[in-house]
């Protein structure tokens, strides 16, 4: 993904277009649909196809048949003609197809595509699961190196061998990198690793039918290894092994750099969002895995919080940040940091890591736009986007609900007569999900994109704007490059959140994950399956620097692009080089931009596929809907309220007294708001006049929200612990 200059250029591929340049065009998933998923098919023509029939045809009969949607073509695309959709009906049965339309008079097809039950699954996870093995460090001339490398400005040396590969034409190794654009990091060995994790947990069967190179189990505790020997004795993590992309080896060290000319400095300690947070995250995730790696799960465990112990000091939410270069924490920090405490709660227990993680929840989702898109610092003048880790706020959010939710209905074992009383940061975080998954949605299908390719909001010159793909005028003055880790990325967070807002059959995130995995898979305007040695046409080889073929079965390339440096138009290899003003002959190694392999494409695809075929999401709790903030007032025409007599605290209904101070209650839609002045002890019941208790559960916190059930209605009683008693109307 990086400045290399020596380049192959095999094709693959002959080109999947018609001999007649008049002919329609068809552009569909290469690899395979999935039977149970949305299925579509694009036409391009120079003609007018609004609402014209399309067939089904298989084996050269009719199977179904339908119409095409009006013609569009987004921002220019491609200059000439329209684009037009064939939506296939639910229900499409296994079996190969061509889609047949009539032009001009004349009749057109396309080529065969198929459906079959987990088509992606059958079809590209072992490739892409190999990719990993295939991608690990072990050329013996680098891993002769890294086990004794240098450190950059210091006679010091360190054994870090292992871990992966991070591109077709860079075998450098990185945390993250950018960190001097602040906003940009990207998270490569330590997002590899957790997907890893992610996977062996969530998929079991689906892993043990897939014949791989490699357990999905052991590829993560090789990430995990690695990222243990990156972490230093002083327990930061370093951030980059590094070797100028193409330098002999003998330059390769351990270090920071800045800019295209990869200039390196001694700012090689990371911070939450310049890997450190992701690597806490992985080996708190892998040691749940109890699998022995080079290490043990316990030393996994131990290494990171080590690591979080030391970043915790040097960083904190509205404080200063020691390791990040412009010394003031952003988004990227909330919710690295959020997954590295998530993660360590769910590995440890530790009642700390619970509440630091519920304070990154709550800042995560006080940085949602009432737009739906989140700001990425604290003045709330930029808008996050992210040219490969854009799902990534939103997964750790998800990630979050579900262990937060899961120690609240701990709290609450009977299911019938307890009511969990979630927390404020849970229900906060729900409802920033909410707000910025229906945001995805809707930010993708306000304007004409028959791709269904996934939009965004970013700042450019000055200006915020909505558009396809990200700006070429960014913070780090050289990086953009195409965008499938981050399309990919949004597929995954888009499903993942549906399991926690219970939408897993919405036909909206079905088709939203679906057009962009078809993207990657050939369904884009350049008719080009983005992964290696899989569909009809294949992106050139791109082996850079190294001295073996680096460019991967099931290796993703990075994709198509913006055409200018606001991100609009559209740029690929077949167009690319002159598109956006390089001189091919001198320039033509730029194209790695959109044909380099990168390590976070595979790692977001198979995410995507993972959320897909998740075979545990059962064991995501169901969660309280989130009123609108419409208060209904309790009934105050009494200023009476009910106390408890001594030794009676567990009693239904005490009796009256004054109002005591120490507790208030305030209904808001169906979520009473709970706060107390005094030690936290006892319960929070809330009983009907007929003194049956409707809802009970611990009073664990000073502040606290219960939902309320969607059957409550009329005045109800709210005993607090030994604070007392008080009224509410519910309505």
Request: charged share 25%.
């Amino acid at each position: 993904m990086y400045r290399i200059k020596s380049l192959s250029t095999l094709p693959l591929a002959l080109s999947m277009l018609p001999a007649s340049a008049l002919a329609a065009s068809f552009y569909y998933n290469q690899v395979g649909y999935d039977a149970d998923q949305p299925i579509s098919i694009i036409v391009k023509s120079e003609s007018s196809l609004d609402g014209a029939e399309f067939k089904l045809m298989q084996n050269g009969n009719e199977v179904q048949k339908g119409t095409l949607s009006k013609g569009t073509n987004p921002d220019n695309w491609l200059n000439s003609g329209n684009f037009y959709t064939a939506t296939l009906p639910k229900g499409v049965a296994a079996g190969t197809y061509k889609l047949q339309i009539n032009e001009n008079s004349q009749q057109q097809e396309s080529g065969e595509f198929k459906v079959e039950e987990k088509a992606l699954a059958k079809n590209t996870l072992a490739s892409v699961l190999d990719y990993f093995y295939n991608d690990r460090a072990e050329n013996p001339t680098i891993k002769e190196w890294d086990s004794n490398l240098h450190i950059y400005n210091s006679e010091e040396r360190k054994d870090v061998h292992g871990g992966w590969d991070d591109a077709s034409g860079d075998v450098s190794k990185y945390l993250s990198h950018l960190s001097y654009a602040n906003y940009l990091n990207p998270q490569q060995i330590p997002l590899t690793t957790w997907a890893l994790a992610f996977t062996a947990e969530r998929i079991p069967a689906l892993l043990s039918s897939t014949s791989t190179k490699a357990k999905t189990s052991d590829e993560a505790v090789y990430g995990a290894d690695f990222l243990l020997r990156m972490l230093s004795k002083d327990d930061f993590f370093y951030m980059t092994v590094f070797d100028v992309w193409g330098a002999p080896f003998e330059k390769r060290e351990l270090c920071a750099f800045t800019g295209s000319d990869g200039k390196k400095s001694a700012d090689y300690q990371t911070a939450f969002r310049e890997g450190g947070g992701m690597a806490i995250a992985a080996l708190a995730r892998a040691s749940m895995l109890k699998v022995k790696g080079d290490s043990t799960s316990e030393q996994y465990l131990a290494g990171a919080e080590r690591a979080y112990k030391h970043l915790s000091a040097k960083q904190s939410i509205g404080g200063n940040c020691e390791y990040c270069d412009d010394h003031k924490e952003n988004i990227i920090d909330d919710y690295t940091a959020l997954f590295a405490a998530t993660e360590l709660y769910a590995a440890s227990k530790k009642e700390d890591y619970l509440a630091d993680a519920r304070k990154r929840a709550k800042h995560l989702a006080e940085r949602v736009s009432t737009d739906g898109y989140f700001w990425s610092d604290d003045a709330k003048s930029r808008p996050f986007w992210h040219a490969s880790d854009a799902g990534l706020p939103l997964i750790a959010l998800v990630r979050f609900l579900e262990v937060e939710s899961e120690v609240d209905l701990a709290a609450c074992p009977d299911a019938v007569d307890c009511i969990p009383a979630y927390s404020e940061e849970l229900l906060a975080a729900k409802k920033a999900v909410e707000t910025h998954y229906n945001w995805l949605l809707s930010i993708t299908n306000k304007v004409d994109n028959p791709f269904g390719y996934a939009r965004q909001t970013y700042k450019t010159q000055g200006n915020i704007k909505d558009g396809f793909f990200i700006p070429h005028d960014n913070e780090s003055n050289y990086w953009w490059q195409g965008e499938d880790a981050r399309i990919a990325s949004l597929a995954a967070a888009s499903l993942y959140a549906s399991r926690i807002l219970e939408q897993d059959s919405s036909e909206g995130v079905n088709k939203y994950a679906t057009d962009q995995l078809d993207w990657i898979l050939g369904k884009n305007p350049y008719a080009t399956c983005m992964m290696y040695k899989k569909g009809i046409k294949n992106p050139v080889i791109y082996d850079g620097q190294s001295e073996y073929d680096a460019t991967l079965e099931g290796g993703i390339a990075n994709g198509i692009s913006g055409k200018n440096t606001d991100g609009s138009g559209i740029a690929w290899d077949d167009d690319g080089v002159q598109a956006v003003g390089f001189d091919p002959e001198k320039e033509a190694w730029n194209n790695w931009r959109w044909v380099e392999q990168w390590l976070p494409h595979s790692t977001w695809y198979l995410m995507a596929l993972t959320v897909r075929y998740d075979e545990v999401k059962q064991k995501i709790p169901a969660l309280p809907e989130i009123p609108e903030p419409i208060i209904e007032p309790a009934d105050t025409s009494s200023k009476d309220t009910i106390v408890t007599p001594p030794g009676n605290e567990d009693d239904a209904i005490p009796t009256l007294t004054r109002a005591l101070p120490q507790f208030n209650v305030n209904l808001h839609g169906r979520t009473l708001d709970i706060s107390v002045n005094g030690r936290i002890t006892g319960n929070v019941q809330i009983f009907d006049l007929q003194g049956k208790a409707v809802v009970s559960t611990k009073l664990t916190r000073s502040t606290m929200q219960i939902a309320l059930p969607s059957n409550m209605n009329g005045i109800y009683l709210v005993k607090v612990g030994k604070f007392g008693i008080k009224k509410i109307a519910v309505k």
